[in-house]
């Protein structure tokens, strides 16, 4: 049945990078759990990093049942309570100036409109952001992943510029704020730079670089955007992701699991002093205000407060970093674990890797095999991040599976 289902998909859909065609087929999800249509089971280590609160939480369900027969829609010029409270809950836990937000259904659509604040308040339509970082798949927003993407895409946004990533092995750090310096020398018009404060592949910057960073932004008056698409609400063990890092950005875009793995909502919250434009529209979308992926997300964040999801995060981190490290004495694959809470990547020795001739694509299918779903963040790595409700013996059975995969190569 599976078989049938991913080649009828197959057949159906555009085939892209990691997406169609599919590995399997989706029977259910419930918690840190998958369940293929083979009967199946695999422990989601990866869940788009959508998956924080768990898959398929039953308290969610059950408020998106309500609002269902509540409101289930509202026209953007309208106002709903969801709406609202969301936007104030998302102020609340903002640690800088005064700030306002707006919403999008995806991260893609929120950079973008980040981008718009940032070209309105500061005239100045040019960006800086980190080459081999990830954004969304808007002409605006994938532009700024790379500095030449495929040539068949055609041209993207001019007057970007990219920077050294921070995570480069050769002194990237350092590299990274000399160029952005160079940058800023170079050129008047640059508006905004936007990064990740942490990489969602599990690197961590040194504690200078952002203060740095927002030292010559604030210099050269550039508007400093963090993306915490997949890094914010808690999942590094703060709620958002850049109280790490030393530097308070103008803007931030949340994203992903602000639907509680169920709805895409997407959300941006910025300084107030960037409402400067009330007769543009930043962010006009049908869904902007909509009951039912607001009240998702507001009930997502009230299950990350209830339950103490934040410091579990930090917590699990700590116990996870301490089980790879005994684990390495048995698996010399095992190099390193990187990242911050559960936003984390597992290291394999690349050497080991090269020399086993075992590609990381046949690695991720060997965890499948395992009962491990991941996927891979780079050439000798892959991801380790459950959601923020995983059990303890949960986490233990998952430690112990990636274990067993580790000390018997395929």
């Known amino acids: 049945m599976s078989g049938d289902l991913v080649a009828r998909d197959a057949a159906a859909f555009f085939h892209q990078d990691g997406s169609s065609p599919c590995v399997s087929a989706l029977h259910a999800v419930e918690g840190a759990w998958l369940e ?5 089971r695999l422990l989601d280590l990866h869940g788009n990093t959508a998956h924080h609160i768990g898959h398929a939480h039953p308290e969610l369900i059950a408020a998106l049942k309500d609002q269902l027969d509540t409101l289930p829609f509202s026209p953007r010029r309208f106002t709903n309570e969801p709406a609202v409270g969301l936007a104030e809950t998302l102020l609340s836990k903002w640690p800088g100036a005064p700030a306002r937000v707006l919403f999008a259904t995806g991260g893609s659509d ?19 952001s980190i080459e081999g970082s990830y954004h969304g798949h808007g002409f605006g927003a994938f532009g700024l992943s790379r500095a030449a993407p495929d040539a068949r895409l055609g041209p993207f946004l001019p007057g970007r510029h990219h920077v050294t990533p921070y995570w480069h092995p050769d002194n990237g750090a350092l590299r990274m704020v000399a160029d952005v310096q160079r940058a800023l020398e170079s050129s008047s018009r640059i508006g905004a730079l936007i990064a990740e404060p942490i990489r969602s592949n599990g690197h961590v910057p040194p504690p200078w670089l952002w203060p740095q960073i927002r030292q010559l932004c604030d210099a050269h008056g550039v508007l400093l955007i963090f993306d ?25 875009v949340l994203g992903k699991a602000l639907g509680g793995g169920i709805l895409p909502i997407a959300a941006v919250i910025a300084d107030a002093r ?14 902007e205000k909509n009951p039912m992926t607001t009240r998702a997300a507001l009930t997502t964040i009230g ?15 700590e116990e996870i970093r301490t089980r790879v490290a005994r684990l390495r ?17 597992i290291g394999l020795d690349p050497d080991r890797v090269d020399a086993a001739r075992w590609p990381i694509a046949a690695i991720i299918d060997h965890l499948r095999d395992h009962g491990l ?17 995983i059990s303890d013996a949960e986490l233990d059975w998952a430690l112990d599976r ?8 395929g």
Do not use: C, W
Request: aromatic letters at 4%; glycine letters at 10%.
């Open 402 to 409: 990636l274990g067993e995969a580790m000390a018997s190569p």
């Open 373 to 389: 779903s991941t996927t891979a963040k780079d050439r000798s790595s892959f991801g380790f991040s459950p959601p923020l409700t």
């Open 228 to 252: 915490e698409i997949p890094s914010g609400l808690g999942k590094t063990g703060r709620f958002f992701a850049f109280e790490h890092v030393g530097a308070t950005p103008d803007a931030v």
């Open 329 to 345: 004495e048995d698996s010399p694959l095992v190099d390193h674990v990187r990242g911050k809470g559960l936003l984390l990547v």
């Open 36 to 40: 293929d249509d083979t009967g199946r």
């Open 110 to 128: 929120a950079i973008e409109i980040a981008l718009k604040l940032a070209r309105v308040a500061t005239g100045k339509p040019e960006t800086i």
């Open 274 to 287: 960037l409402n400067l434009a009330p007769e543009l529209s930043l962010g006009h979308y049908t869904h």
């Open 303 to 317: 299950i990350i407060e209830r339950q103490n999801l934040v410091a579990r995060a930090a917590r699990l981190e």
